[in-house]
């Protein structure tokens, strides 16, 4: 998600030694290598589809039993108020990196990424934006996911942080963007013995098919950030012409939304659409960035809109 800057802290604090307890106590076989096969990069899976061990985003958010292991993480997460999608304890070996890159999946697009670091040394150092920054053990931060950022572990221990990713409420953006209190008056989420808290997670009860109007929304926001790699003019008019195919791709989604409905049925007519505007756009696009990461346009069309059109049936 596009945020005003690129780091926020929130005004709250959690009980470091408590959360600490509850990662050292889980066993080996909780971690599994990251998804991405990043060296130095594992992880425990604590919110997922379905409770599953499973790294996908569509699909309804349950907690999985290593969350039912740590009754404060619960209780942390649960602090926030907000409707949580996939967690996760993310776990960085020492001289491990997270290399330089931009979040561009249309999960990214509503959702911002919530740290409550466990593990960590000031040697730690989270990069975005053109900032960089050491998030304390305890503290909760949020970052720019769009702007390009990476992650350096030089510490000789490995760093590890309890993750989660929310929509938020109004009352969440309000903390993390607006004036705070003094920080000696934030106040720390301690623990409560027996208590289990209601965690409300996402269902995700997505239509077969993308409506017509979050297309147009995603595709707009796609076409206003289009650029040519470099500084040159385009001389060949090729944004104008990705525009202009964007666009009347949206009038084609549009009438078979119409007529077809978000059910599934037309399938193979709703599937040609969006090949037909990926087999035009794929020669238009050599060369063309996102103005505002430079990330690869084409890139950004099939992970945030093409992928997501049409969800697989059975």
Not at 111 to 116: A, F, L, N, S
Not at 119 to 144: K, L, N, Q, S
Not at 234 to 254: C, E, N, P, Y
Request: aromatic content about 8%; glycine content about 8%.
């Amino acid at each position: 998600m596009r945020l005003p800057r690129p780091f926020c802290q929130l005004p709250l604090l959690f009980d470091v030694a408590r959360l600490q307890a509850e990662v050292a106590a889980l066993p080996d076989e909780a971690w599994v290598p990251h998804p991405d096969g990043l060296a130095g990069n594992a992880a425990v899976r604590l919110i997922t589809v379905g409770g599953a061990d499973n790294d996908v985003h569509n699909g309804p958010m349950h907690p999985t039993r290593w969350l039912d292991a740590m009754p404060y993480a619960r209780q942390a997460l649960a602090a926030f108020g907000v409707v949580w999608s996939r967690a996760r304890l993310m776990r960085l070996a020492s001289g491990a990196t997270v290399p330089d890159h931009a979040d561009i999946n249309l999960h990214w697009h509503t959702r911002v990424r919530v740290h409550i670091p466990v593990f960590t040394t000031p040697d730690v150092r989270f990069h975005c934006g053109g900032e960089t920054v050491h998030m304390a053990a305890g503290e909760a931060w949020i970052f720019d996911t769009w702007r390009r950022h990476r992650v350096e572990n030089p510490a000789p221990s490995a760093r590890v942080h309890l993750v989660a990713d929310t929509t938020g409420t109004a009352r969440f953006w309000q903390s993390a963007l607006g004036a705070q209190p003094p920080r000696g008056a934030w106040p720390t989420i301690g623990w409560r013995p027996g208590i289990t808290p209601a965690l409300p997670t996402e269902r995700n009860a997505r239509t077969t098919v993308m409506p017509a109007a979050e297309v147009q929304w995603l595709v707009d926001d796609w076409c206003t950030d289009l650029a040519l790699a470099g500084d040159g003019p385009d001389t060949v008019g090729r944004i104008a012409a990705l525009r202009a195919l964007a666009s009347g791709f949206v009038h084609d989604w549009r009438q078979l939304c119409a007529f077809h409905g978000l059910s599934g049925e037309g399938e193979a007519r709703f599937l040609a659409c969006a090949q037909q505007l990926h087999a035009a756009m794929v020669p238009l696009a050599e060369g063309v960035v996102m103005r505002s990461n430079a990330a690869n346009a084409r890139h950004v069309l099939e992970k945030r809109v093409l992928q997501h059109l049409v969800l697989p049936q059975g």
